[in-house]
């Protein structure tokens, strides 16, 4: 069976078990889903080639996904409630290390929000979110701890936002 990522995704993401989940273990299980669907969606859109990382040690980076150009992606799958997929904040710190992530670790974050515990691909909303704009303001080289409604809400045109910045990056190289 020769199955593209996004329908490998899909597969294992609309299985009985899998929609039975409680919603923390069905967040957990989603992690490498998620990556895989956002490395597919910005290989497709904008033909840039996208590696996954493939060290996933605590002495890794902390990023999941990264270009030719050393552009690195955080992804994080999110089940959000609220009004809308981003009227409430959402936790970015990382909870294995406990720690704040460093501004420095990548240079941005995609989220996939599950809204609601709507539990299909096609229900979910992406958003783009560049470090620079998750800054701590009480210490400079970390990341909020929570990324607040406003902010998430100006990602939602998460391909063009991602495109910008990506071209921002490329310009710095």
């Known amino acids: 069976m020769n199955l593209n990522l996004n329908e490998l995704a899909k597969k294992y993401i609309t299985g009985d078990v899998l929609q039975t989940l409680p919603k923390r273990e069905f967040g957990k299980y989603m992690s490498d889903p998620a990556e895989m669907i956002v490395k597919e969606e910005i290989e497709k859109e904008f033909n840039i080639k996208v590696y996954k990382d493939g060290d996933d040690s605590n002495n890794a ?41 460093n501004i420095t670790d990548f240079d941005c974050i995609i989220f996939v929000l599950c809204h609601n515990d709507k539990r299909q691909p096609s229900d979910w909303k992406f958003c783009f979110v560049p470090s620079e704009k ?27 936002e991602f495109y910008k910045y990506f071209k921002k990056s490329e310009n710095k190289a």
């Open 134 to 160: 998750v800054i701590d303001s009480k210490d400079k080289s970390l990341m909020l701890k929570d990324i607040p409604p406003h902010i998430l809400k100006q990602g939602l045109d998460w391909k063009k």
């Open 61 to 101: 980076g902390h990023y999941d996904l990264y270009t030719d150009n050393n552009f690195r992606i955080q992804v994080k799958f999110r089940s959000v409630n609220g009004i809308t997929p981003t009227s409430k904040q959402i936790y970015l710190h990382n909870w294995r290390q406990k720690l704040n992530y």
